[in-house]
């Protein structure tokens, strides 16, 4: 395999972890952006200082963000923010690269979710391929097993996608505590956002589930409207205690299938059941025509778990 020029725009945990690591994968980075500025050099650029300077400084160099989209690529990562509705700015970005034939890996899942029919369009009019492998599931290559066992013998995909929801359910369970206090908690240790609704309302796990049911369909485009979800706001400490009783725990469990849509919401699963992992960790189950169940689990999210799938997704390309 030989290496590949990526422009990375985004310089979030997952854009900088790409940057950090893209070397040790066998590429080199052109062009990097964040919101308000850009550095670019056909040469590659340097990982440490450009790192350092977004550290110390807040941008990554003093060019525009546009630099890095008009610069000298073969791949361009896409690691800025989710938004949902029109997917912006990510859908543009992705558009600029796929019209100029370059090859799309996403790490946002704005594009992907909200706009599956229109980017698959760009795609087929393009050079480029597109590739998303890190908007679910982290590092564990939920994708690429799909692909690999071809999209129509995947008959559902269900799990545990969301690590900040998964993570205060299973404190509520081993504590006996209230959502309240756990949540408080989980944002002390950074688990948890400021802001924590995108997670603890379902929205995440099912924009995740959205991607997977746009992957498993045959043609059918699924969006966030589409999917039907309930949080884990709503959940008390005792609901737990009762499901303990009963030798079963409540885990956020995301639920997509070939035509059957999309639902996300709490679900009582058995204590020993692969679906009960506690902590941040997620887990993936496809339920397949020939192979029966298969169980993929591990780091849903974190910035160098997230670029790992990036890399890999760069390395199948061309």
């Known amino acids: 395999m030989s290496g590949h020029r990526l422009a990375v725009v985004g310089a979030g945990a997952v854009g900088g972890s790409v940057v950090e690591l893209a070397a040790e994968y066998g590429h080199t980075v052109t062009a990097f952006a964040d919101s308000s500025s850009a550095v670019v050099d056909e040469e590659g650029i340097d990982p440490a200082s450009v790192l350092e300077r977004k550290r110390t400084e807040g941008v990554v160099g003093s060019g525009d963000p546009e630099d890095a989209l008009d610069a000298e690529y073969d791949v361009l990562v896409e690691a800025t923010p989710t938004t949902l509705g029109d ?20 790490a946002n899942k704005g594009p992907v ?20 492998e890190a908007t679910v599931g982290g590092a564990i290559p939920v994708l690429s097993t799909i692909e690999d066992l071809g999209p129509s013998h995947v008959e559902a995909a269900r799990g545990v996608l969301n690590g900040t929801a998964n993570f205060v359910l299973s404190r509520m369970a081993a504590e006996g505590l209230d959502y309240e206090h756990v949540l408080a908690e989980a944002q002390d240790l950074g688990v948890a956002e400021a802001d924590p609704s995108f997670d603890v309302e379902g929205t995440d796990a099912a924009l995740k589930c959205v991607i997977l049911a746009n992957v498993l369909s045959d043609g059918r485009e699924y969006t966030l409207a589409d999917a039907e979800v309930e949080g884990i706001t709503d959940i008390p400490g005792s609901a737990l205690d009762l499901a303990a009783e009963d030798g079963r725990t409540i885990r956020l469990i995301g639920e997509a299938t070939p035509n059957g849509g999309v639902r996300v919401g709490p679900r009582l699963v058995p204590t020993n059941a692969a679906l009960s992992v506690t902590g941040t960790r997620n887990i993936v189950q496809l339920e397949t025509a020939h192979a029966g169940q298969l169980n993929i689990s591990g780091r849903g999210a974190g910035g160098p778990e997230t670029a790992t799938a990036v890399l890999a997704d760069v390395g199948r390309l061309d």
Do not use: I, K, M, Q
């Not at 997917?87 to 996403?106: K, N, Q, T």
């Not at 979710?113 to 998303?132: H, I, K, M, Q």
């Open 113 to 132: 979710a909200e706009r599956y029919g229109e980017l698959t369009s760009l795609a087929r009019e393009s050079a480029g391929d597109v590739r998303f």
């Open 87 to 106: 997917a912006e700015p990510g859908f543009s970005h992705a558009r600029s690269a796929l019209e100029r034939d370059r090859h799309l890996v996403l």
